[in-house]
């Protein structure tokens, strides 16, 4: 106990230390160096990425989209109704000249499919010079007159045409109608009940009346009774039946359903009436036991004399 010796400050001492602090800068210097590698190769790879973009764009600028080799030079335009070719062109917004490849080719079908007279559209690139359209259009089976405030002041009779869906279009001017198109025949007349409001172009009506209307008339178009009469007026004002007024002053009431049964009897009663040298004055269809009639004498009226059979459109 004597001899023993003093414990000392071991901060005093000299002691071996690993060298930590050494290879955490050392790891920290590799870590840096392969970060900075990394960063250098993704901007030479971004940049690389950006010159090729530029050429192969340079390269379609100079060989596609500016090569007059695809300059427009030929429109091949048709319809199955009478726009004008002309007028399809305008409506297009192409002018000739225009490259070929870099028509945006949804937006010319999308910009003729917005127009109220044209039911579908196909476009499609002819190489090298050729734009190649094909247009459907909308044909009217009626038309509908509108009272409105004219520009000037005073009123004016607002005329719209509806096709057999439904849909409503301005008539066309006589500009826009191509040269060989036959002048537009008298459509029937659809009166009353429907709101003045609903009646913007392009737009499709789907009223229950109005709808009744449209297969009546699209059923009286195959009836042999298109070629006796026609129909002049049709009132929609009553939501339960259609009021149909005829070339020969008939009044004939329809129910909104089964017009084809109600046409098949307009047809038989108007033969018997023929074989008793009567002519129908009033006739309600909407009845289906007892159908109230009224008759005119043959000689009171002009006699029913068959017309030759319309010209019909094939139905797409």
Known sequence: ??????????????????????RSAQVRAARQRWAAVGLSSLLMLLLGAGLLWWGVQWLL???????????IQEFDLRTDGVIAVDQLRR???????????????ARVKRDLEIIPWIDAASVERIPPRTLRIRVFER???????????????????AVYYVNAAGCLMLPLDPRQRSPTASAPEALPLLAGGLNPDDLQPGRRLKTPPLAAALRLLDGFKHSPMSRLVD???????????LTVTTDQGA????????VDQQLRRWQAISERGQLENKLIASLDLAVTNNI?????????????????????????
């Open 292 to 316: 109230p009639a009224r008759w005119l004498e043959a000689s009171a009226a002009a006699a029913l004399t068959p017309r030759p059979p319309g010209t019909l459109r094939p139905r797409r």
């Open 61 to 71: 600028d100079r060989l596609v989209y500016h090569n007059p080799s695809f300059a």
């Open 231 to 241: 129909l002049t007026v049709i009132d929609l004002s009553c939501p339960e039946v």
């Open 91 to 105: 409506w297009t917004g192409i002018e000739p000249g225009a490259n070929l490849l870099a028509l945006d080719l």
């Open 1 to 22: 106990m004597w001899f023993k010796r003093k414990p000392q400050n071991r901060r005093l001492g000299r002691e071996h230390l690993l060298g930590v602090r050494l």
């Open 251 to 258: 009044e004939i009431t329809f129910g909104l359903t089964d």
């Open 139 to 157: 044909e009217p089976v009626a038309q509908i007159n509108v009272l409105r405030p004219a520009a000037g002041g005073g009123i004016e009779v």
